[in-house]
């Protein structure tokens, strides 16, 4: 491949001796897996640069569906995540590393994901705002097309007040059944805009994000969210 790319590695592990095997998110290559070899050697340049949420510029070469890292320079440091924080950029990483294909273009989502981990980096509170808008523009570039402003019954414009149920490669239908599937036409606004003003449309954000990952993810669990649930378990409770 001519050229560098910029990119962050989402995944990576020990391969030989001294190498590794990377699974990488590249601006104009989506994820592509490459192997750094010798970068786990003393003497390597790479040694501590090829972590995941540090910005990269980075060549490759090679056939297969592996191929082999030629360059790499980190372009800053890395972003500072901890904590909650920390877990959640570890989601973001498994859940691009489990839905997308190799070696296909994601360019916007590649900055939707920059932005995602800049806003995790920054944040002092809650991380959902960031996850749900990265899970939203996901779902947009794997073509997950449903419309939120719309009754896919009868056509009309969604009322804020009104109840609507999703159904499976119809939309959301106009009903008085209230379930998992069911959100209403203000919540339903709010994930058309990728904004949640409130704790209501955040929670409805999310039930609808975790139910249209569901059959990208099949039937694994994601290993950072068990992560996640240990690391709030472990938390010290503040005294008051």
Request: proline share 5%.
């Amino acid at each position: 491949m001519d050229g560098w790319q910029r990119a962050f590695v989402l995944h990576g592990r020990p391969y030989s001796e001294t190498s590794l095997l990377l699974d990488l998110f590249t601006e104009g290559h989506g994820r592509v897996r490459l192997l750094a070899k010798g970068a786990r050697s003393r003497r390597s340049p790479l040694k501590g640069a090829l972590q995941p949420f540090t910005p990269l510029l980075v060549r490759w070469g090679g056939k297969g569906e592996v191929k082999t890292l030629r360059s790499a320079e980190p372009v800053s440091l890395s972003l500072p995540l901890s904590g909650i924080s920390l877990y959640s950029g570890l989601y973001v990483n498994e859940l691009v590393s489990r839905v997308l294909e190799q070696e296909t273009s994601y360019p916007s989502l590649f900055f939707d994901y920059l932005n995602c981990l800049q806003a995790l980096a920054a944040t002092t509170g809650s991380p959902e705002h960031a996850l749900r808008e990265f899970e939203l523009a996901l779902l947009g570039n794997l073509g997950y097309g449903v419309d939120f402003l719309h009754c896919a019954g009868s056509g009309e414009p969604v009322a804020d007040e009104m109840t609507y149920r999703y159904r499976e490669e119809k939309g959301f239908i106009a009903s008085l059944v209230v379930d998992q599937l069911s959100f209403t036409g203000r919540e339903l606004r709010a994930l058309s805009e990728r904004r949640f003003p409130d704790v209501l449309t955040l929670r409805a954000a999310k039930r609808f994000t975790r139910m249209a990952l569901k059959p990208y993810l099949g039937g694994k669990p994601l290993k950072s969210r068990e992560l996640f649930r240990q690391f709030v378990v472990k938390r010290p409770v503040r005294a008051s």
